[in-house]
């Protein structure tokens, strides 16, 4: 049976044209110098998985993989509204949420801004920045328990063992991280629960000055460690080491090897600029010549020793909302000083690629042409171990593999 996929993109920001009497924020100066750049980390490829979808029951337009603990994939799709789990050879396992306006159904799933942990799944929904909430699932049961306010444009959520850390931008007060804890967030009986603020830790200035360059690049991504939170942005070339009680303690200057790259803070606000009263049209050039222009940071992560793992994609656009990513996997030495950037990834162009770090690995959800020739698509989750030891700019498999 042929299905319908709707077309995969990053997506704009739906605030943009609503910020006014942008203020002016100085970018914290980096602090560590750029290292020494060698090819990318050695991947080995430890599995690849083919999620058993039917006509009922598939992902039409894949935004955001999230992993449960138990080795199951979720993934939310924001053409039907809703997250499909599947086990980890995978067998689908339950369908979360639908959309509509009543409790447990999304007006506008969002696709970024979700977590899973041991008891619940949340997924964000809503319009930011009039309005964005978390509606929150029992994992096994899934029902729908409540829903938590969001303060601000949330666009990366991450638990530990007592809180929620959320990354994006206050546009009131421009600051990017806060957290909150996660208990009495999911405290439930009283109606909804708390709301999670962001308020540590100034916006970088490139996103508060321009904010055509918010619209594109004003995504947060986000690691919490057990003594410190690692924040960057979509299109920032640096990595902030922050505390947990938000005072930057580190600035790390990520080195492009084969992958575009971004100017630095200066050189991005010179060629980033589109005056007020600019079209629907030029604004849409414009970000295609951005798009043309820099990578993209996806996603980022750590090991126990501390090493950073990141993402990037080189983003071509076809048409206005159409978008095909090529991949790029680097390690980073805690400090900076020694980086392996940029092994490339091979993925099919039937739809953006979406990617979640763990540690280590890196999990690739992919769509491609299914080899019946009839059309169909098949989504598949590839799993890659990362060796930041042997930068051989190389892809390994195993047995498995």
């Excluded at 492009?256 to 630095?264: I, Q, S, T």
Aim: with cysteine.
């Amino acid at each position: 049976m042929l299905r319908h996929r709707a077309p995969a993109h990053l997506g704009l920001l739906p605030f943009a044209r609503t910020v006014v009497g942008l203020a002016t924020l100085m970018i914290v100066a980096a602090t560590a110098q750029p290292g020494a750049t060698q090819p990318g980390p050695t991947l080995i490829l430890q599995d690849s998985v083919i999620l058993r979808e039917s006509g009922n029951y598939y992902a039409g337009q894949p935004t955001e993989l999230l992993l449960g603990s138990d080795g199951s994939f979720f993934v939310v799709d924001v053409y039907e509204a809703r997250v499909l789990r599947f086990d980890r050879s995978g067998k689908p396992v339950r369908a979360y949420g639908r959309r509509g306006r009543g409790p447990g159904e999304f007006l506008n799933i969002l696709g970024f801004a979700s977590f899973v942990n041991e008891d619940v799944l949340a997924v964000a929904d809503g319009q930011p920045p009039v309005s964005m909430e978390l509606e929150v699932f029992g994992l096994g049961s899934g029902d729908h328990l409540g829903r938590v306010t969001l303060d601000g444009v949330v666009t990366a959520l991450a638990v530990d063992n007592e809180r929620l850390w959320a990354g994006g931008m206050d546009i009131d007060e421009w600051k990017a991280l806060g957290s909150a804890p996660l208990d009495e967030l999911l405290d439930f009986g009283d109606g909804d629960g708390d709301a999670v603020s962001l308020d540590r830790v100034p916006v970088p200035r490139p996103y508060v000055e321009n904010h055509q360059i918010m619209i594109m690049g004003g995504i947060a991504i986000m690691d919490v460690g057990n003594d410190d939170v690692l924040l960057s942005f979509r299109t920032s070339p640096y990595i902030l080491r922050v505390t947990r009680d938000g005072e930057v303690a580190d600035t790390i200057a990520l080195q492009p090897r084969e992958r575009r790259g971004v100017p630095d803070d200066e050189a991005f606000m010179e060629m980033a600029t589109l005056p007020a009263s600019a079209s629907l049209e030029e604004i849409n050039d414009f970000h295609a010549e951005l798009d043309r222009s820099v990578s993209v940071l996806l996603q980022m992560s750590r090991d126990g020793a501390g090493r950073i793992f990141t993402v990037h994609a080189d983003v071509d656009r076809r048409g206005h909302r159409d978008f095909v990513g090529v991949l790029y996997v680097s390690s980073v030495s805690p400090d900076g000083t020694t980086q392996c950037s940029d092994t490339l990834v091979p993925t099919s162009d039937a739809a953006f690629p979406v990617v979640a770090l763990r540690g280590s690995e890196v999990f690739v959800l992919d769509q491609r042409i299914g080899s019946t020739g009839t059309g169909n698509v098949q989504t598949v989750v590839r799993t890659f171990a990362i060796d930041p030891e042997r930068c051989t700019g190389e892809i390994e498999t195993n047995d498995r593999g």
